[in-house]
């Protein structure tokens, strides 16, 4: 058996496995200078690459400062959520009464309170209104109260829920 490239070896005979060899090795052969000249080519040169980070300088911070804003605020429907938690908690206290019951006197708009949660801030009113809910007043009884509660989170914002309670 003879192998290519073994000039000291020379075939005996020709074998099927042989010729089919001395075909595949020609093959190698024939692609190696391709190879070699593809190599060559391979990677990127130093412009393309100062091209890519002038690019990429540009256009991460385009992403990235949306991204980082969202992040930010991620917090503010939890804090709206627990800011509308303390209004309606305390407009349940109110509701629980009926109409002429003392805890609906009507009352000016209070000074804003300690909520029970840290960092926020309450305060209500109680007035006296006609059937279209207008003209507040706190001395003449129409047979309707406005009861409006207020609530202020960490970061100054105000929500306010109202309700009506009345005498039928």
Request: hydrophobic share 40%; glycine share 4%; aromatic share 12%.
């Amino acid at each position: 058996m003879a192998l290519r490239g073994h000039p000291s070896r020379e075939p005996t005979e020709e074998l099927p496995y042989v010729t089919v060899s001395k075909e595949l090795d020609s093959c190698f052969h024939r692609n190696d200078d391709k190879i070699v000249q593809n190599m060559n080519k391979k990677g990127f040169t130093l412009i393309e690459i100062l091209i890519l980070i002038v690019m990429a300088g540009i256009l991460l911070p385009a992403i990235i400062v949306p991204f980082v804003t969202g992040v930010k605020g991620s917090g503010k429907p939890e804090m709206a959520t627990t800011a509308m938690y303390l209004a309606h908690q305390q407009m349940e206290e109110f509701m629980k009464y009926n109409y002429c019951n003392a805890a609906l006197t009507p009352t000016a708009l209070t000074a804003y309170a300690a909520a029970p949660i840290s960092g926020y801030t309450w305060q209500w009113s109680i007035y006296y209104v006609d059937s279209d809910f207008l003209t507040p007043d706190l001395v003449t009884d129409r047979g309707y109260k406005r009861i409006i509660v207020r609530v202020r989170d960490p970061m100054n914002d105000t929500y306010e829920i109202y309700s009506v309670v009345t005498r039928w």
